[in-house]
Each structure stands twice: as C-alpha cells, then as structure tokens.
Nanobody, 127 residues
C-alpha cells in the first residue's frame, strides 16, 4: 500500500528555516515524479516544488524560488524540502505527493496531476 508520511513542520520566526521530510513506503520511489504542495487557510492547494524521478527536471513556484530547495534520495525512499528565509505567507499545510504522470514537465507540478497525497504537516511562520 502506497504511503507518504511528512515530518519536520512547526512554528518558526520570519527569516528562519525548516526542513521537511517525506518518507515513502509501499512502492519504489524512483519510479515516480514527486513534489511538495501547500494549502493556506482559505486558499486553494498549490504546487510548491516538484522533481522528476531521474532528478533532472525541477520546478519551483515563483514565490519560493531562491528560498526553497527540493531533493530526493531514491535509495532511502525519501524526499526533502529545505525552506530558508521563511515568510509569514509561507504559512500553510505542506503535503508530499506522487505525480501520476509518466513524463514530467514543470507545468505538471499542480494538484490536478497528483496521484497520491500524504497527510500533511503544518508550517507556521510567525513572530
């Protein structure tokens, strides 16, 4: 059974950093493109960053470029999101997700292309 479990969320002050982790089980991670998504209160879920299964193609939302870094360790079945210079507007529930696409293009880092979701981890940026 495919399962994604996020961890690493929490409360951080503006300008701080967090590292989110996603542990995948029940399937072989290197067969899939994967990404991080987020949903803030009252807003639609949006793609934050995605990475292709071969690590060649990476996409970032404009709002996080230069601050967030996605990575994956296929051998450990893990995906990470390093978040630096956090802003209050980054406050959201962050979800790890597997894309259902065979190929990967940056425009596919969107909720409509997700096949399976994790349960989410809360990130709150506040002083």
């Amino acid at each position: 059974q495919l399962q994604l479990v996020e961890s690493g969320g929490g409360l951080v002050q503006p300008g701080g950093s967090l590292r989110l982790s996603c542990a995948a089980s029940g399937f072989t991670l290197n067969n899939y493109h994967i990404g991080w998504f987020r949903q803030a209160p009252g807003k639609e879920r949006e793609g934050v960053s995605c990475i292709s299964r071969n690590l060649i193609t990476i996409s970032y939302a404009d709002s996080v470029k230069g601050r967030f870094t996605i990575s994956r360790d296929n051998a450990k079945n893990m995906v990470y999101l390093q978040m630096n210079s956090l802003k209050p507007e980054d406050t959201a529930i962050y979800y790890c997700a597997v894309l259902r696409t065979i190929t990967f293009a940056q425009r596919q880092c969107a909720p409509s292309f997700v096949g399976s979701w994790g349960q989410g981890t809360q990130v709150t940026v506040s002083s």
